[in-house]
């Protein structure tokens, strides 16, 4: 039996093979080669850099500059935020997400081992280079606006780089700014005071347009404790200077589409710690750098895929779809192609849609956000003008699809399986064609399949199947070499591979899916041996150093799906009952009370602080929590 430290430096050897030591000059060799690898079989582009003493990796792999390509809203909104602590070195990730109908989808990458602003830029320059050369950002300089947090250092960076970007701030993080200030007891604002200067600066923070941003914020400082305190009337007038990069009334007429926080992002970051790393640090900078761009990028190429199949909850996205309203269709009346103009059939009053670009001249939809309106165009109109919204649609499909793989997808394959004259799909192809899935589609699909193919010669075809056949060959041959010169390693596995054969692929179905996942996914067992595992040892997950979690994130998350699989990180999630939501508590459904209700959403952290007039914690780490 060895003991600890003999295995421990075992798998320290094993370890360094493929990612080099952890840290010292070879372990840039290591990540040099890696990256070297990625750029020659196409998986990644690349930059490795040095800025005086820090150095910095810029990733862009082919799924994002796929997204650069094909996806429309790269060019309007993009997010950029920064986390650490993915690895033992705890080096800086930042990551451009763009939201879309199926949440956000990255669009490149950057590690650093600094937090100064002259890395990060250099490393954005390096990063620009990394993109897909007249196609990035939609073939646009970069994209209209980029939302990013007050904390963020790298915002000049950003502005100067992108010189026709807005630069806009997540809302959410001005307000906890906000509360956080006033609960400063530096600033000796009184405890009666913060309430009433809090809930006013909101007001200024949403009103519509500007003359109300005005007169709200003429309110804000007339109020006494502001007139009282020098300190607190500096520290709001200089908020008010910056004012275009976090009030409503400066944000019609952009494409924000409903998103005025970094809420995509925070997602994203969430997604790899808990999906991506499963909560454990990795070992190196190689290993992270690993991780990006092979596991992230599988889970988001699963999960877009899931996205274009219908496997998503409708709930979670009825936002993004076109809900019936009740204005009839003799109130739309198309003015030109693609803009529409619509009669509320409640106030009179008349709006103009226009499809193509997006917007709506009513409040909600001055931002690009789907309103009634859009929705009732959509669902009148023949939608057949590719519409800049962000909705379920089977054109956001097609193109989400060809982003996750490469590919186009079959031509019927976002159709639904019943086809009936009212629910006529009509998902144009890229050469301009359509096809609808009517009796006469399955005749179309065909005749369009011949003509797809008579494009390639025959000629061509049969050499790339002759190349696939010798790649096929060549890897039979390095099973059979592996056999011949290490029969030790290489008899057991093949011998599970054949029984996982025999096992799986018995049939035509199961045969075409182990071909398509071969060597992709870490297999049902691994799945069912690890859940063995989870339920034998209640609350054990993986070793390794964890990635920390946030004391109060793990109560708030909702949980969409049930599930056995127990979530044990962080504080456990109390019971919130319905009375004790602010925003439940004027509905008193009986007369005896309020009735016990379901459990709800843990209300947001920083809601509450403001209403129970308490600081957001003196630590670091428990502001932190708000997020
Ligand atoms: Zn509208």
């Known amino acids: 039996m060895p003991t600890i430290s003999i295995a421990s430096k075992l798998f320290a050897k094993e370890f360094a093979k493929d990612y080099g030591p952890s840290s010292g000059l070879e372990s840039f060799v290591a990540v040099e080669q890696l990256l070297q690898q990625y750029t020659s079989n196409g998986t990644c582009m690349s930059k490795l850099g040095q800025v005086g003493s820090s150095y910095y990796v810029s990733l862009c792999t082919s799924l994002m500059a796929r997204a650069h390509e094909l996806l429309p809203q790269t060019a309007e909104l993009v997010m950029v935020d920064a986390a650490g602590g993915l690895d033992r070195q705890r080096h800086r990730l930042y990551l451009l997400v763009t939201p879309t109908a199926a949440g ?114 003429d309110q804000l400082t007339g109020l006494t404790a502001l007139e009282d305190s020098t300190q607190c009337s500096s520290y709001f007038d200089k908020l008010w200077c910056s004012r275009w990069d976090w009030a409503t009334a400066f944000r019609t007429s952009l494409p924000l589409r409903g998103s005025n926080t970094t809420n995509y992002i925070e997602v994203a970051f969430r997604i790899l710690k808990d999906c991506v790393f499963d909560r454990v640090m990795a070992f190196s900078l190689c290993q992270l750098v690993d991780f990006i761009v092979t596991r992230y990028e599988a889970y988001m190429e699963k999960r877009l895929l899931d996205f274009c199949n219908g496997r998503y909850g409708k709930a979670l996205l009825r936002n993004m779809m076109p809900a019936p309203a009740d204005i009839p269709d003799s109130c739309i009346s198309l003015i030109e192609s693609g803009l529409y103009s619509v009669i509320s059939p409640t106030s009179g009053s008349t709006y103009t849609v226009d499809l193509q670009k997006g917007f709506c001249t009513c409040y909600i939809g001055a931002s690009g956000k789907l309103c009634k309106h859009a929705s009732a165009v959509l669902l009148q109109a023949d939608i057949e003008i590719t519409s800049r919204y962000n909705i379920v649609s089977a054109d956001a499909k097609l193109s989400l699809f060809k982003v996750a793989t490469g590919q186009s997808p079959p031509k019927d394959w976002f ?47 049969t050499t790339a199947l002759e190349e696939l056949l010798s790649r096929f060959e060549n890897f039979v041959s390095r099973i059979k070499q592996g056999l ?144």
């Open 104 to 217: 956000g989808v990255p669009i490149g990458a950057i590690i650093a081992d600094s937090e100064k602003e002259e890395v990060f830029s250099t490393a954005l320059e390096a990063l620009i280079t990394c993109f897909p050369q007249q196609k990035a950002f939609f073939g646009h300089q970069g994209p209209q606006i980029f939302l990013t947090d007050n904390d963020l250092k790298e915002r000049q960076g950003l502005q100067r780089l992108f010189p026709s970007s807005k630069m806009l701030l997540c809302q959410f993080h001005v307000l906890k700014a906000v509360w956080a200030w006033l609960c400063d007891p530096k600033h000796g604002i009184s405890k009666d005071d913060r309430q009433e200067i809090y809930m006013t600066f909101k007001s200024v923070l949403y009103a519509v347009d500007e003359p109300k941003l005005n007169s709200r914020y």
């Open 415 to 461: 159709a639904p399986l019943t086809a009936s004259a009212d629910n006529l799909v009509h998902i144009r192809m890229p050469d301009g064609t359509e096809n609808s899935n009517d009796s006469t589609g399955r005749d179309a699909c065909e005749s369009s399949d011949n003509h797809v193919n008579a494009g390639t010669s025959a000629d061509s075809h």
């Open 484 to 627: 011949l010169e290490s029969p030790a390693t290489f008899t057991p596995a093949l011998d599970q591979m054949m029984s996982n054969i025999d096992k799986f692929a018995s049939t035509e179905t199961g045969l075409l899916s182990a071909m398509h996942t071969v060597g992709k996914y870490s297999g049902l067992e691994s799945v069912v041996h690890q859940r063995r595992l989870n339920s034998s040892t209640a609350g054990f997950r993986r070793r390794g150093i964890q990635i920390g979690v946030q004391p109060t994130a793990v109560g708030r998350r909702r949980h969409t799906l049930t599930g056995k699989r127990k979530l044990t990180a962080g504080r456990p999630c109390g019971t919130v009952l319905a009375h004790q939501s602010t925003a439940l508590q004027t509905h008193d459904y009986t007369t005896f009370g309020t009735m016990p209700s379901h459990k709800r959403k843990a209300p947001h952290n920083l809601q509450r602080c403001v209403y129970s007039n308490i600081g957001l914690g003196g630590t670091k780490h428990a502001k932190l929590s708000i997020v």
